[in-house]
């Protein structure tokens, strides 16, 4: 049953990843949010990478029966355009960061 209203917006999950790959991305500078368990309809008008500290997540991509489960540890990257149900098992603790349509900020001059 594959599903192809969504099938080109897929979220990306990476498993506890290095101590420097979090570093290159400056996680702890990001901002921090968190969440309580339950479910929550969520729509993503920009890209969104986030790294859990805390909580168990499955995300219902909309239209769609599958779901994608993360947690504490994972890096996470929710493409543009997506919009999904949070079930949240265990409350969110997160560092995030949307990716602005100007993220090319190498000019040349």
Not at 8 to 35: D, F, H, M, Y
Not at 57 to 78: N, Q, T, W
């Amino acid at each position: 049953m594959a599903s192809d209203s969504n099938s080109n917006l897929k979220i990306i999950v990476e498993r506890n990843p290095p101590q420097s790959r979090l570093a290159t991305l400056n996680v702890t500078c990001w901002p921090k949010w968190g969440c309580s368990p339950g479910k929550y309809q969520l729509k993503f008008d920009a890209e969104e990478t986030c790294y859990l500290l805390k909580g168990k997540v499955k995300a219902y991509p909309k239209g769609s029966s599958e779901f994608v489960e993360f947690g504490a540890g994972d890096l996470v990257i929710i493409p543009k355009g997506l919009s999904c149900t949070w079930d949240v098992s265990l409350a969110v603790d997160k560092y995030y960061k949307f990716e602005s349509s100007s993220s090319s900020s190498s000019s040349s001059s």
